[in-house]
């Protein structure tokens, strides 16, 4: 066994290396108190580039908890936002909805916390502050697109089966940042119209902008939860695939 | 320098190794003689993968062959095809746009003449006759698609900035493999209509299907060629980086 040990070592340096720090992080957006999640590879003590996530719809879960997890195993700082407030956690879909649409509704809210993660996240240890890039699931895909909107100082944003709508269409120029959409080309929730208003808005605004269609995905294909019983939303596992290589590709280009 | 040199063969063994092989090949579709052009790492003695390429609308040219020969250096058995035949390689766009029109008005030709070639492809050495992929860059893109939608045994096409139309959309159904579209999201000469009705294409005909965006790409944003001299037909760095990157991640997942 010591032998075998002793290959295993040999053979994978770095998956032994690996010690995966998560932190659970308190922060606040004036008042109001916000609970992110923080992770990192502990074991390189190197400064690196970032990513924010951002959550659907039922606020920060075990989902995007996992997402970090797998994204600080490519190397990265992660920290999993907090839009709602610490322990507003929606458990059905009606008080999600209602939940995620105080913020769809009021896009300046949803700006200025997801902006109070993302300067959590770059003032937290090992953060390049120049490097950090911002992804999103659902709901979490139109927060990371307000992000963008408000003109943070990041590399790059990516919406994974995210709205696409804005109220205010001009704000695309002031997106500074790199924009990559992923979209299952069936989500009967963004639909055609809602993405040819965002091609729009995205070539009037002069945005560094690209569209991914997935063939035969609909809503929620990356979410491995998303069992079908909600009509029009459902866990694709080759768009999912895809989806995170696509990604990883983007950031590639981002951080090289 | 014959330290250096030892240095540099340790450094770089792969690199060292790789011996492009190039070839014309004749080959025929009935009584029409076709001269294509294979290209492979001949110190690499195995089976393996292979691409066909299908040429733009002025026929097998130095660009294709570069892109053969790029391919090569990645690994696979290349062969860029001739649709026209022997010698028909048109110069200017006009004659172009005629020699092309002869194929694209006459799908079942251009059909039959790019499966000669990939049966051609499919016999050469080293090819694993079950692994084999096509791209095409304008209208090669569209040959490829035609190639697909003639039911080929492949396992799957690339269009670069193709024309996507189909005269026969209910042809969509012969399709057995994957299909990637790389579309220059402001490119006048394959407007939306024509990517939407790709699109319903696909989705009728049950094919697992993708469609990249790239914001700001015009038509022939891979070819550097394309000066801008021809109005919305111009090379686009970043484009033709990230479409060979999306190629390559899509050959990973068909040749994993």
């Not at 010591?2 to 770095?14: N, R, V, Y």
């Not at 109001?32 to 659907?56: C, F, K, W």
């Not at 090992?126 to 490097?131: E, L, S, T």
């Not at 696409?164 to 963004?190: E, M, Q, R, T, W």
Request: proline share 3%.
């Amino acid at each position: 066994m010591k032998t075998l040990s002793l290959i295993a070592l040999l053979a994978c340096p770095l998956a032994v290396r690996a010690a995966i720090h998560t932190e659970t992080v308190e922060y606040k957006h004036g008042d109001v108190t916000l609970e992110g999640h923080l992770v990192y590879d502990d074991a390189n003590r190197t400064t690196r580039p970032a990513v924010l996530i951002s959550h659907q719809w039922k606020g920060l879960s075990d989902y995007e908890k996992k997402r970090a997890e797998m994204l600080a195993k490519l190397g990265y700082v992660v920290f999993a936002v907090d839009i709602y407030g610490k322990g507003i956690r929606p458990e059905d879909a009606g008080s999600a909805s209602a939940e995620a649409g105080k913020y769809k509704n009021n896009r300046a809210l949803l700006r200025a916390r997801v902006n109070a993660g993302l300067e959590t996240l770059r003032k937290q240890k090992f953060v390049d502050p120049k490097r950090i890039a911002a992804i999103g699931y659902c709901f979490g895909g139109t927060t990371v697109l307000e992000l963008a909107r408000s003109g943070a100082d990041l590399a790059g944003v990516v919406s994974f089966h995210g709205a696409l709508d804005s109220p205010n269409p001009a704000d695309g120029s002031n997106i500074k940042c790199k924009v990559l959409a992923l979209h299952g080309a069936d989500d009967p929730f963004v639909p055609d119209t809602e993405v040819a208003a965002f091609e729009a808005e995205m070539r009037a605004g002069g945005v560094d902008w690209q569209l991914i269609k997935y063939g035969g995905a609909v809503h929620s294909f990356t979410d491995w939860n998303a069992d079908g019983s909600m009509k029009g939303a459902k866990y694709d596992k080759l768009a999912d695939y895809r989806s995170w290589e696509d990604m990883k590709q983007f950031f590639a280009e981002l951080f090289k």
